[in-house]
């Protein structure tokens, strides 16, 4: 059967025929054929994609308003469809705004903005909608409060093949069970075909949202549920830092995008365009850059060694015989001038020798002496007979280059050969000895091979790299005029190179007022609140660059407690305080995990890779102006290398606080064993000292102290006086944190005491310091009988011992 392609030509009109088929489709249409790509591809994950969407979009709006966030989310089995309810305290909608908040796609404020958000293309929430009236048919019920406008209810859907809204029913009075709770905020209310087949992943996403936005409080119910679950804010957790908008950093911006700024910009120059387009770049680095350019784009110039001190006079003798037209006194002193301009130097690249020349004019010409001119032509022609001068022996001032850049092995004839050969390139080359790198680096490749050829030797990779480096690092950056923008914008090769040259400039990393966040404090309170662990460590790094954009990685460890003692351990992944549910083994956070060495750090790891076991949780966290997602779902970061090191390196400094902790649990467990041992002894050779001595059992608890080299506190009470002695037997110096609970009113304390009462009893705390082999005696007074209780903080158990 012959293709349509085979048979087009048969037919008169085909061509105008097939054109009348084509049409454009909205991006709501070719979601609600590929509805997979943004999460909504079985029934579980629809649920959870929606609920996710949902609550980040509550999160966004109530941080917005500087809202703390409390968040209600409800699911409820309706029979033939489940039904959604997230609610929020945020700020409300516009009615003019909550139709298109909620039924069209790409609609939002942040899509170009350069600053950190959950959500930037306008597509998670209204997503929802349009899987719901697809699956149930049924419109979402939306009601929004505003503090001054007060409620208003929608029923909408979204008309595919327009991508807009369709509103079904509105009204300023919501129906009954539809208000919003709070006195202002958001509530919607989606019917879809789903199941809970992914309970655990719901919950885990809730729980997750609750660890890593700390300052949120949310209420989660699901059908069977006779209680919602609280997850409540972390105690003094506050907002998070509001963003600003910045520009784009100009390491890692590529070239479309370069291409695309300069032909919108409105600066005239390169440096005008650098320091208002980009952040992080002033005058003096657009002039690094321009620089660079300038290497790139136009080449370097070699630089030649001036005559020595004895040749002077030749040299000025040659510049006086260029000019023309002159008197005689005029001529030597302008070559007098010239010659030890340049021999003053100890290089002397062509550009630096025209502007000698043009600043010797000027000053013979304007002296007193001479009341001569040196024009323009007088100038060039002294300009190419100093140049042929300096130019004369190219070999031996290369000589003393690719010696000094190759090794001691070369021999003398091997090097003259590489440097005779490299000043031909160069004679033959560009006018005025330019050249870019690459062709520096194609000069030293041609004359190696020919050198190898006809010399008979060996000049390898290295050899060669080191010649290219010490002779471009005598080349000087040309003084030519770098294009105006509006030259860029069709030439793609310029904008290439001023790509590259901004990628080379040293340029401080980008301003993190763009970013959010969490913060290491904050990293670990979060875990705290959810995890109930015996060890918490954060890390929050410095900003780094990617694309272009700013982007900060976190990382938080919990381990032991009430953890899961088998299994793997737990790894949580976030992405703008967003938990990354699916797609895990795709997933750039998993792949950093699994490659770390987690033996280092005293953690299972069968096979030595992969996710370590035992009871642990890894939390990963990025922050970014623009994370890379790698799909619609954004469900899993790409594997971006700059991303995938600051991972690595976040992890690593908290790994590094578990594995001290862990070696030094290690270390107590078996301070601890030891100290059972002898604790076990000591009795009974006290029993059997007393037995042969036949007096009373001496007490052991002060011989454990010492021996365990332990710190040691005992309680002496006479005749109303209390002592508490506090022994330091370790070998440095202690400070602990000592509350002895007195059932009395204590009065005459020591010094560096306070005292508080607390119904009925006193709380009598000191915080001495106690030096290696010292001892230090706290003392008050009580009325009559009293019971104590003696609390001792700051020193570990194993290496306390109480004698109270």
Known sequence: ???????????????????????????????????????????????????????????????????????????DDAGDYYTLVVEDNGPGITKEQLPKVFGKLLYGSRFHAREQSRGQQGIGISAAVLYSQQTSGKPAKITSKTEEGGEQYFELIIDTDENEPEIKDESGSPPAGKHVNHTRGTRIELEMEANMRARQQLQRYIKHTAVVNPHARIEYREPGMDEPQQFQRAEGAELPAETEEIRPHPHGVELGTVLKMLASTDSHSVSGFVQSEFTRVGKKTANSILD??????????????????????????????????????????????????????????????????????????????????????????????????????????????????????????????????LAKRFEKGRERDRATHDELRGYVDKAADQTEEYDDATIGETARENVVMEVWNTMVTVPDEVPKVREFVDDRDASSDLMEAMKETDIISPPTNCLSPITDELVEAGLRKEFDADFYAASTRDADVHGGDPFIVEAGIAYG???????????????????????????????????????????????GSGIPTGPAVIMIHVASTNVPFTSESKDALANVPEIEDEIELAIREAARELKSYLNKRKSLQKRKKKQNVIASILPKMAEKLADVTEKGEPAYEDALARIMNNVLVEREVEDGNVRLVVENNTSANASPEITDIVSAQPRNLSDGATVVDMDGEWFVKWSPTVESGEEVVLEYEVDGEAEFDVSVEGIEDPKLTKNT
Request: aromatic share 6%.
């Open 561 to 607: 407690g009430e953890l899961e003692e088998d299994g793997k351990a737990e790894v949580l992944r976030f992405a703008n305080r967003v938990p990354l549910v699916y797609q895990r083994g795709a997933c750039a956070t998993t792949d950093v995990v699994k490659s770390i060495g987690w033996r280092n750090y005293n953690l299972s790891q069968p096979g």
């Open 292 to 421: 660079n350019f300038r290497d790139r784009h136009f080449g370097r110039e070699a630089a030649w060694q001036p005559p020595q001190t004895h040749e002077k006079s030749d040299f000025a003798r040659t510049v006086a015989n260029a000019v023309s037209n002159k008197s005689k006194d005029a001529k030597m002193a302008f070559g007098d001038e010239v010659a030890e301009a340049v021999v003053g130097r100890s290089r002397v690249a062509h550009g630096e020798l025209v502007e000698i020349v043009a600043e010797t004019a000027e000053e013979v010409g304007d002296g007193e002496t001479f009341s001569e001119t040196f024009g323009d032509t007088v100038q060039a022609n002294v300009v190419e007979a100093a140049w042929a001068e300096l130019t004369d022996d190219r070999t031996s001032d290369l000589y003393q280059l690719v010696d000094a850049a190759t090794s001691t092995r070369k021999d003398d004839e091997t090097v003259h050969g590489l440097a005779e050969r």
């Open 1 to 75: 059967m012959p293709s349509i392609q085979s048979t087009l030509g048969e037919e008169e009109g085909i061509a105008e025929e097939l054109a009348e088929s084509q049409r454009q489709i909205s991006i709501a249409e070719f979601f609600e054929k590929n509805k997979h790509m943004l999460g909504f591809d079985s029934g579980a994950r629809a649920l959870v994609t929606a609920v996710k969407e949902a609550v980040d979009n509550a999160l966004d709006a109530t941080e917005e308003a500087d809202i703390l966030p409390d968040i209600y989310v409800e699911i």
